[in-house]
C-alpha cells in the first residue's frame, strides 16, 4: 500500500472510529472479502465462513475505539478474525489431535527434495485447497494464518495458544500432512520418508 | 556430511532461525545439493501454498456484499417472523374471530376470551370438530420445527428417512371421530320429545333445552335455561343460567347469575357474581364456587370449596366445607356433615338450629397482619430471588462456560436479541394458546415447548446482569470470580429498579425481551457448533 493510499486507510479508520457510517461502509467494503476468504480457508463450509463474516465486523466495528493506529490495519484486523475462526474452532472441540504431546512424534528426517517437488509440481490451486480442506483445524489454521494472513510466528502463537517455539512445528506438520493427502492412500510415504 | 533437518530448512526460509545457525546453513547449502534441493523444494510449497490460499476463487456472497445489507435480519429470521405472523393472523381469523362474533352476538364482550378457551378446552374432550384449522395449522408448524430441528441434528439421506418415516406414520394414524351438533340463531330451543344423539353446541341470545341432548352441551348465550335432560356435561359461558332439569354430567358455568334447582348427578363449578342452589337442587357431587355471593339452599353430596364474597348457607352438606371470603351465615335449616373451615375476617353467623358435624374452624385474616406479613414476605422473595438467579448463574457459569459465554457475547448485540427475545414472547404466547387447545386433543408436545420457555425467561436476567456488571466494572479478566462478581452487582441493579412500581415492570420486560434473545442465540450458537462436522483426521 503506497503512503497516499495508506493515509486515505487511516483517515477512513478515524471517520468510522468517530462514529461515521460512510467511513465505516468504505473500510468494510475494502477488507470484507479478503477477510471472507480469510474465513472461507479457515471454516469448514462455505456458511460457516459467512456468519464468520458477519460476526467479525460486528467485532471489529465494537472494537474499533480499541485499534492503535500505529500497527498496520489489516494486521489487527486478522488478529481479530483469527481469534474468531480459532474460538469457534475450538469451541467445536476439533483440537482432540492438537495436544502438543503429539509435537514429540514429529519426523525430522530429511525428506526426498525430488520426490518432494515430483509431489507438487503440477498441482492446481484448486487441488491445493481441496487437500487443505482435509487437513486437522490447527494445520488448516496454522497454514492459513502464516501463508494468508503472514501472520508472525509470535502471533500465530498467541492465536493458537502455543509456545512460540512449537508454531515452526505446527507449520511443518502440517506441511507434512498436507503432503499425505496429496500422495493418497496408495501413495509411497514421502512425508517421513528419504534420506537422512 | 551431517545435513540439516527440515525443521531448520524451513526456519531458515521463513527467517526465524538463529543467526548462528542461519549462517551455517547458509554455508552448507554452497556445498550440499541436497539441502539446497530441500530448500528449493519446500520454498516451491510455500508459493504453491500461498497462492492455492489466496487465489480469489469464490465470489463474496450477497449477503456479505453490502455492510448495510448485514445489519438487517437475516433471511431465515425474517422469513420466520412472517411465517409465524402470517400464522398468528390466521389464527386469529379463521380460529378465534368467528368465535368473538358468536360470543359478540351472545351479548359477551370478549375480555375473558383466553380464560373462556382456556376453561373450556379443558373441559370439553370434542374441541377436534371445532377447531381443525388450527389443528391443521399447529400441526404444519410442528413440522416445519421438527424438519428444521432434523435438518440441523441429521444430514442428507438420513433426514430423508426420518421426515419420510414421520409422514407415513401421521397418515396411518386414525381420523378423528363424529362432529358435534352446532346450532346458531336468535333464540334456539330444543323443544320437549326432541332428542339429540350427538354433543350440542349452541350460539345465540338465548338458548333453551327442554328436550334430550346425549351428549354435552356447550354453551354461549346470553341466558341459557335448561328444564329437559342432558347426560353429558353442561358447559356454559352466559348471561344468566337456569338449571332446572336434570344433568347426568358435571356443570361448569362462567356467568354473571347461576340458579340451579335441578338434578345435578355430578359436580359444579361456577365462577359467577351470584349463585343459587335452591332448595329442591340435589348435586350428586361436590362444588367449587368463585363468587360474589351464593345462597347455597340445595343438597351437595360432597365437597364445597368456595371463594366467595358472602355466604348463605342453608342446605346440606354432605362432606367437607372450605369457604374463604367475607361473610357466612349458617342459616337454622343448614346441616354441615363434614368438618368446616371458613377463613374470613369476620366471625361466622351461626343461627340456632342450625346442624353441624364439628365447631366450624376460624381462620382470622386480619388486615393489618396481612399487610405487614405480606410486607416481609415481598422482601424475604426479593432476596431469596436475588439469591436464586446469583445461585442459577454461578451454576450456568461453571457447568456450560461455553453456552454462557456465547449468550453474553450475544447480550452485547442488544438490539438483535431484544428483537428474538420478542419474537419467542410472540411465538411463545401463540404457542401456549396453540398449546392450550392442543392438549384436548391429544397432543402435549406444544405444551413441552412453551414449558421449555419458562427457565429461558428465568435466566435471562443472568446474562442481562452480567452484561450490566461488565458495563459497570468493565471486561472482567478470564477469572470465574470476576464474572460472578460482575453478575452479582448487575443481578442486583435489576432487582431493585424492578422494585420500582411501573417502572419495575418494564424493566422486567426489557429483561425478559433481552435475556431471553440473547440465551435464544446463544442456544444457535452452541447448537451450530455442535452439529458442525468434524473435519477428518490424516490416516
Redesign the interface.
Known amino acids: 500500500m503506497s503512503p497516499a493510499e495508506q493515509a486515505v486507510a487511516q483517515e477512513r479508520i478515524a471517520l468510522a472510529k468517530a462514529g461515521s457510517a460512510e467511513a465505516w461502509g468504505e473500510l468494510y467494503g475494502q477488507y470484507a472479502p479478503a477477510i471472507f476468504r480469510f474465513c472461507r480457508r479457515a471454516m469448514p463450509t462455505r456458511e460457516d465462513a459467512e456468519d464468520a463474516t458477519m460476526d467479525i465486523f460486528i467485532k471489529v466495528r465494537q472494537k474499533l475505539s480499541q485499534y492503535d493506529a500505529t500497527r498496520p490495519f489489516s494486521a489487527w484486523l486478522y488478529t481479530v478474525a483469527a481469534n474468531h475462526c480459532w474460538d469457534l474452532l475450538r469451541r467445536r472441540k476439533l483440537r482432540q489431535d492438537l495436544e502438543t504431546g503429539e509435537v514429540e512424534n514429529m519426523p525430522l528426517e530429511h525428506p526426498d527434495p525430488g520426490q518432494l517437488e515430483r509431489l507438487i509440481e503440477r498441482r492446481t490451486g484448486q487441488e491445493m485447497r481441496r487437500a487443505l480442506d482435509k487437513l486437522p483445524a490447527r494445520s488448516r489454521m496454522a497454514l492459513v494464518l502464516r501463508y494468508y494472513a503472514e501472520m508472525s510466528y509470535d502471533d500465530i502463537a498467541a492465536t493458537l495458544g502455543v509456545r512460540r517455539t512449537f508454531v515452526g512445528v505446527v507449520l511443518l506438520r502440517a506441511r507434512h500432512q498436507l503432503r499425505e493427502i496429496l500422495e493418497g492412500q496408495g501413495g509411497a510415504r514421502l512425508a517421513a520418508g528419504g534420506a537422512t | 556430511m551431517i ?1 540439516f ?3 531448520a530448512c ?2 531458515y526460509l ?1 527467517g ?1 532461525l538463529d543467526p548462528q545457525r542461519s549462517r551455517e546453513l547458509s554455508a552448507h547449502i554452497k556445498e550440499c545439493a ?2 539446497r ?2 530448500l ?3 520454498q ?3 508459493i ?11 465470489s ?2 450477497a ?2 456484499a ?3 445489507a ?1 445489519s438487517l435480519p437475516s433471511w431465515v429470521w425474517t422469513l420466520a417472523f412472517g411465517a409465524f405472523a402470517a400464522g398468528a393472523y390466521w389464527f386469529w381469523t379463521d380460529g378465534i374471530a368467528p368465535w368473538f362474533n358468536q360470543l359478540s352476538s351472545a351479548g359477551f364482550g370478549g375480555t375473558d376470551m383466553f380464560s373462556m378457551i382456556v376453561f373450556s378446552g379443558a373441559f370439553w374432550e370434542g374441541w377436534s370438530d371445532m377447531i381443525d384449522a388450527i389443528q391443521i395449522g399447529a400441526l404444519i408448524l410442528a413440522v416445519i420445527v421438527a424438519i428444521g430441528w432434523i435438518r440441523r441434528r441429521l444430514r442428507g439421506p438420513v433426514a430423508i428417512a426420518v421426515i419420510m418415516a414421520a409422514l407415513l406414520f401421521a397418515l396411518a394414524l386414525p381420523q378423528q371421530a363424529g362432529a358435534a351438533e352446532v346450532r346458531r340463531g336468535r333464540s334456539i330451543q330444543i323443544p320437549a320429545g326432541e332428542v339429540i344423539h350427538n354433543d350440542l353446541v349452541v350460539t345465540g341470545p338465548s338458548v333453551r333445552i327442554d328436550g334430550t341432548v346425549e351428549g354435552d352441551v356447550i354453551a354461549f348465550t346470553r341466558s341459557l335455561t335448561v328444564t329437559g335432560h342432558v347426560t353429558g356435561d353442561v358447559i356454559a359461558f352466559a348471561g344468566e343460567t337456569m338449571i332446572d332439569g336434570t344433568v347426568d354430567g358435571n356443570v361448569r358455568v362462567f356467568t354473571r347469575s347461576v340458579i340451579l334447582q335441578g338434578a345435578i348427578e355430578k359436580n359444579v363449578t361456577a365462577f359467577a357474581n351470584s349463585i343459587d342452589l335452591v332448595s329442591k337442587a340435589n348435586v350428586g357431587g361436590g362444588m367449587i364456587v368463585f363468587a360474589g355471593e351464593a345462597d347455597l339452599d340445595g343438597k351437595m353430596q360432597r365437597d364445597l370449596l368456595g371463594l366467595i364474597g358472602r355466604t348463605d348457607l342453608e342446605g346440606v352438606i354432605g362432606g367437607q366445607t372450605w369457604i374463604r371470603g367475607g361473610s357466612l351465615t349458617v342459616a337454622s335449616g343448614a346441616d354441615l356433615r363434614g368438618p368446616a373451615t371458613f377463613e374470613g375476617a369476620q366471625q361466622p353467623v351461626v343461627e340456632s338450629g342450625a346442624k353441624l358435624a364439628s365447631p366450624i374452624r376460624m381462620e382470622l385474616t386480619q388486615e393489618m397482619q396481612r399487610t405487614r406479613r405480606s410486607t416481609a414476605r415481598v422482601l424475604f422473595r426479593a432476596i431469596l430471588g436475588y439469591g436464586g438467579a446469583l445461585v442459577v448463574g454461578v451454576l450456568l457459569l461453571v457447568i456450560f462456560p ?1 453456552f454462557f459465554r ?1 449468550t453474553l457475547r450475544e447480550a ?2 442488544i438490539g438483535l436479541p431484544i428483537g428474538v427475545g420478542a419474537l419467542a414472547l410472540i411465538t411463545g404466547a401463540f404457542l401456549l394458546v396453540l398449546g392450550v387447545l392442543l392438549l384436548i386433543v391429544g397432543i402435549g408436545a406444544g405444551v413441552a415447548g412453551v414449558m421449555a420457555y419458562a427457565p429461558i425467561l428465568y435466566v435471562a436476567q443472568v446474562f442481562v446482569g452480567t452484561w450490566l456488571g461488565n458495563l459497570i466494572m468493565g471486561q472482567p479478566p478470564e477469572v470465574t470470580s470476576a464474572v460472578v462478581a460482575r453478575m452479582a452487582v448487575g443481578l442486583l441493579i435489576i432487582r431493585v429498579a424492578g422494585l420500582i412500581p411501573f417502572l419495575g415492570g418494564l424493566v422486567w420486560l426489557a429483561v425478559f425481551l433481552w435475556g431471553t434473545g440473547a440465551v435464544l442465540l446463544g442456544f444457535h450458537r ?1 447448537s ?3 452439529s ?8
Open positions: 545435513h533437518d527440515e525443521m524451513l526456519l521463513e526465524q541436497l539441502c534441493d530441500l528449493h523444494a519446500l516451491h510449497e510455500t504453491l501454498l500461498s497462492s492455492a490460499l489466496t487465489e480469489d476463487n469464490e463474496m456472497p449477503r456479505l453490502s455492510e448495510r448485514r461455553g456465547a452485547g448485540s452452541m451450530r457448533a455442535e458442525a462436522p468434524t473435519a477428518p483426521l490424516p490416516a
